[in-house]
């Protein structure tokens, strides 16, 4: 609350939606006899009504507010305290006091309204110009108890304001990641792919040896950049959807899959040496093209951050528990403290001047195997090199095969 003209009309309304509030103001004039009752929202320099009992027919309604200045709220108001008076004109503390004098006021009660913030929203009040027994313990009591009870209400429209606007900021947020998702995913793929396929026709037709070579560095650049759509394309998924989703299936063929993954990229960088025992003697519950993206990551990492012209190595098997590939290269270890950032979003750990990507491989590595409800771990220095090992747990395919084992003997189901 800002005591602004936005935040004081707020308050008139919010007084408004209560209920109770007009029986509040009656209940006080039946046990005070007094025929005027109000609850006021009061800043510095303010007095404006947002609720009202006017048996006495000053004309004030919701949203009036008083010309004089000051009125007694703005003393309570200054000293968070109530302000009881049962017969003003003898009363040595007001007899002379403008307000009582201009309205002929002779008994007048103010209570504060405080929040649970802290914060000073008005008074309740009840006035008449008959005197009143108004410094009864019992009626100060209701009156203090009433302006509580407001206050209360008040905490509470405040609170499902709040949560109404937080509700309101996460549906524009989901809709603007929904968006920035469909032009990652459509908008920026479809010229790409006019690109990838213009470049591979040049590739096709022409014959002088410069030209095929920029028509090859046009196919090259454009498989990067669709790669960075991806890293990006998932990093949204997993950051701003709530993790990055799988599609369990059981595979038969792990080994195929991978050595797919190895040929494609040794294709890609004949220059390079890849060296791989993938051994998987089982079949292996999982997310194949995730599995893949594992695995093609770790080992573009490898090579762009190992030592120059020297090997990689990938192995693939399966243990008691786990699906294991490991990723190896040799080259410059990554600094112990850097360790624990290294699957950090946008985060490079190598040492070498190479800059490529956008830092967001390994994170996504990270993603996948975590949504598995796996592990992923690195271990570097120097005389061994960097090893990436990503755990990827079998039990969930074991329980299935021992419930279809008991119920084949059994015929019960297993839950």
């Keep these: 609350m800002d005591d602004s003209p936005e935040d004081i009309a707020k308050g008139v309304a919010a007084i408004g939606r209560m209920d109770a509030v007009p029986t509040l103001l009656q209940v006080l004039c039946e046990i005070t006899g007094m025929r005027f009752a109000v609850v006021a929202r009061v800043t510095a320099d303010t007095w404006t009504a947002c609720a009202v009992q006017d048996d006495l027919h000053l004309g004030v309604t919701p949203g009036s507010r008083l010309a004089v200045d000051p009125t007694l709220c703005f003393e309570s108001r200054a000293s968070r305290a109530p302000i009881v008076v049962e017969h003003a004109s003898v009363d040595p503390r007001c007899h002379t006091h403008h307000v009582p004098m201009l309205y002929h006021l002779e008994s007048y009660v103010s209570v504060p ?128 959807g709530g993790g990055i989703g799988i599609e369990l299936t059981e595979v038969e063929s792990i080994n195929l899959g991978l050595t797919t993954v190895v040929q494609e990229i040794q294709d890609a960088q004949p220059e390079c040496k890849i060296i791989s025992n993938i051994q998987v003697n089982r079949s292996v519950r999982c997310d194949l093209g995730r599995l893949q993206q594992v ?13 120059p012209h ?104 297993c839950i």
């Design 113 to 240: 309204i405080i929040l649970a913030n802290g914060r000073y929203f008005g008074n309740l009040c009840a006035l008449d110009t008959r005197p009143a027994k108004v410094t009864e313990p019992r009626i100060v009591s209701t009156f203090n108890r009433f302006a509580a009870l407001i206050a209360s209400q008040l905490n509470r429209q405040m609170l499902q304001e709040q949560e109404h606007t937080a509700l309101l900021d996460e549906r524009a947020t989901s809709e603007l990641r929904e968006q920035f998702i469909a032009i990652l995913g459509h908008d920026l793929r479809t010229p790409l792919q006019a690109v990838y396929a213009s470049g591979d026709m040049l590739v096709r037709k022409l014959t002088d040896p410069a030209l095929l070579t920029l028509a090859s560095r046009i196919k090259t650049n454009v498989r990067r950049m669709s790669a960075l759509i991806d890293d990006v394309l998932d990093f949204a998924r997993g950051r701003l």
């Design 295 to 307: 695995a093609s990551n770790l080992l573009v990492n490898a090579l762009t951050h190992g030592l």
């Design 310 to 413: 020297s090997p990689v190595r990938i192995t693939a098997q399966a243990d008691e528990h786990d699906l294991v590939v490991e990723v190896w290269n040799a080259g410059e270890p990554i600094p112990p403290e850097s360790l624990d950032r290294i699957f950090e979003p946008f985060w490079r750990h190598s040492v070498s001047a190479s800059r490529n990507g956008l830092g967001l491989g390994l994170h996504i590595c990270s993603q996948i195997v975590r949504a598995h409800e796996g592990s992923i771990s690195v271990k570097s220095t120097r005389e061994h090199g960097t090893l990436f090992t990503a755990r990827l747990p079998l039990g969930t395919l074991q329980k299935i095969r021992t419930c279809v084992a008991v119920e084949a003997h059994t015929s019960t189901a």
